[in-house]
């Protein structure tokens, strides 16, 4: 059985879609998985398959004494990446990014093994453009992304099939909702959104009389005070049941979010994290805003919240925008390019 080695991590984002392409793999290939002590760790412990830890150093993004370390504690990470690669010969690297995903590509390339990663975002980030001539193929997201690559090759984003199994009747009872109001489901990101958490809270009064509400607030993120119709949950394993009773969203701008939300066809606000960001949250949010399927609102313009959902709500617009959207199987098309490259 030939050995296919995961690696990316960071936040969500980076970890999701390759548990939706590892699930498809499983008891085809033998599966591992790369990266550090961080939430990755956490998420493929459910997946269940062997896990190589290498804590490979983040970059500051401000002026930081942090920095200057970095070279040291890169070569570490590049040194364990190797010898963890010399001893368990993947036949094939798959990198989803994020600076955790490093240590691994660059060793797969000191050994001549095939590399694969993929960019969720419109702008490739730092760790795409410093890896992209060691891959055999950049897959995107994005047409316009797979542009900014000679060996770019745009597949969609890669979606858990398990998602479009979700019953609305199960989970509207699950989360006690009656269907008296729309659900409104809040994701804040796989470690919740401050920002996002703050503004909603602080506007209960005015959304509960229209919605309820699903807040996915993050680890420790819980409020002590729970009115009824708004219900909490730091992490959400099943996220079926919760896009499945989902009448609208209120989300960050991360890429693969915001495409399970179109899949779904699940109307959606985006509040694109803007502040300690590359900008590629703001760039995902106009791109999809920009052609009707969804709304965008800046965080300056959180004040607006409630109306800018009612608006959201009543949008014909945007509704008939999704319905019309036929998203690629990003998930089949990374499948096809593995087994182009393995079979």
């Known amino acids: 059985m030939k050995r296919i080695l995961f690696t990316g991590g960071g936040s969500a984002g980076h970890v999701v879609p390759n548990l939706a392409v590892m699930q498809e793999l499983k ?4 599966l591992a998985y790369m990266g550090t002590d961080g939430m990755e760790r956490r998420l493929v412990a459910a997946f269940g398959c062997p896990y ?3 804590n490979c150093p983040k970059l500051a993004r401000s002026l930081s004494p942090r920095n200057l370390a970095i070279p040291f504690r890169l070569a570490a990470a590049q040194r364990r990446a190797l010898g963890i690669l010399r001893e368990k010969t993947p036949d094939l690297v798959f990198s989803k990014g994020g600076y955790a995903s490093f ?43 797979a542009n900014k690559f000679r060996n770019g090759r745009c597949v969609g984003s890669p979606i858990r099939h398990a998602l479009f199994a979700g019953g609305r009747e199960r989970a509207m009872r699950a989360y006690g909702f009656d269907g008296s109001k729309p659900v409104l ?18 506007q209960l009064d005015a959304l509960l009389p229209r919605f309820d509400i699903l807040h996915l607030c993050g680890a420790g993120n819980v409020a002590a005070a729970a009115p009824r119709g708004y219900v909490q949950r730091e992490f959400e394993p099943e996220m079926a049941a919760a ?3 989902a009448d609208l969203a209120l989300s960050r701008a991360g890429s693969n979010t915001v495409f399970e939300l ?3 066809g699940k109307p959606a606000l985006l509040v694109p994290l803007e502040r300690a960001s590359r900008g590629d949250q703001l760039a995902n949010a106009r791109y999809f ?7 965008l609102l800046r965080e300056r313009e959180l004040d607006d919240l409630p109306a800018a959902l ?22 089949n098309a990374v499948l096809d390019v593995i087994h182009e490259l393995l079979d």
């Open 27 to 30: 008891g085809r290939y033998a």
């Open 52 to 54: 190589f830890l290498v």
């Open 103 to 145: 240590p691994a590509v660059w060793a797969a390339h000191r050994l001549r093994v095939p590399v694969l990663t993929h960019e969720s975002d419109l702008t490739p980030g730092l760790c795409t453009r410093m890896i992209a001539g060691k891959c055999r193929y950049v897959l995107t997201s994005f047409p316009e992304t």
């Open 185 to 202: 489901l809040v994701l804040g990101g796989g470690s919740g959104s401050r920002t996002l958490n703050e503004a909603v809270r602080a």
């Open 243 to 245: 896009y499945a009773c």
């Open 262 to 264: 179109i899949a779904l």
């Open 289 to 295: 805003s920009e052609r009707g399927l969804c709304a």
């Open 310 to 331: 009612l608006r959201l709500y009543g949008s014909a617009s945007v509704r008939t925008s999704l319905a019309r959207y036929r998203a690629a199987d990003g998930t």
